[in-house]
Every structure is written in C-alpha cells, then in structure tokens.
C-alpha cells in the first residue's frame, strides 16, 4: 500500500513539473497587432485628381429619383424663395450651413456645380442617390459617412428649397 501511495505521488509530482516551468515574458509598454488591410475603390466613383467632391462642377448628372427634367424661370420666384427659407430652416439647417461645409456640403453656389434635378432627387431621394449615383456616393465619403436624412419633403416643399439656393 506504501509503495502504490508513494506511486501516485511521484506520478502527480511528475505532472506538476511537466506542466509547469513555462513562464511568459510580459512585455514593456501597450502593443497591438494589426493586420494590414487593402482598399479598392468601386469603379463607379468617379473622381477627379484633388478635386473635393463637394467642389468639383458637374452640370451634366441629373442623379437617380422621381426628378427627370426641369426648367428654371430666369428671374426668382422671391415668394417661393422665402417659403424655401423657412423650410431650409426648420429641416435643413441642422446639417448644413451657408458658407462653410459643417455636417453636410454647404448650399451656396450649388446651382453652380449641380443640375437643378441632381438636387431635387438629393433632397427627395437620398437613400437611392448614395446608393446609385457615384457623386453622391463621393459626397458621403467625403461627409464621413454621415448619409443626408430623408425628411420626407414634398416635391413643392424641395423646389422651394431649390428655388432659395438661388438666392444665396
């Protein structure tokens, strides 16, 4: 019996020395291992050699939602324009600001750069316009991602908003 206890003892010994031993090294400092990763752009952006989006010209894109033409009047519509003022205020002035780019490009000037009917399917449409139109795709990457809320205008609430871009 003394002999089986001294046994199993010398065994479990032997265990606990084939077991133990290994000693990890804790290093200096904060350390993480990262992985390298690789982009690729879609070949449906577009994009112009240091050319922001938010700057470049493009009177040519009409964009993707329910605004295929349109005409301007050459002279503004001031009364419209004052409506496109106040709907500008209560729903747009939250993310974008006349004359500095903020949470979203600013406004002003953006007759200049855009077709009337790429900004009305912007404000109308602009789940589909990010998901489909490389510009506005461009735009949200610029933006960090930060995509422009529907809120749910009507197509006489956008054109006045249109027709207020004219003013600034």
Known sequence: MKSLLKGIVLLFSLLLISCGGKEEKKK????VDRQKTTTTKTADVTEDAGT???ERIDLTNKGVGPIKSMNLNSEIDQAMAATGKEVYDQMCLACHRIGKKFIGPAPNDILKRRTPEWVMNMILNPENMVKEDPL???LLIEFNGSPMANQGLTEEQARAVLEYFRTL
């Open 52 to 54: 922001k989006a938010s």
């Open 136 to 138: 506005a795709k461009e």
């Open 28 to 31: 200096e400092g904060f350390s």
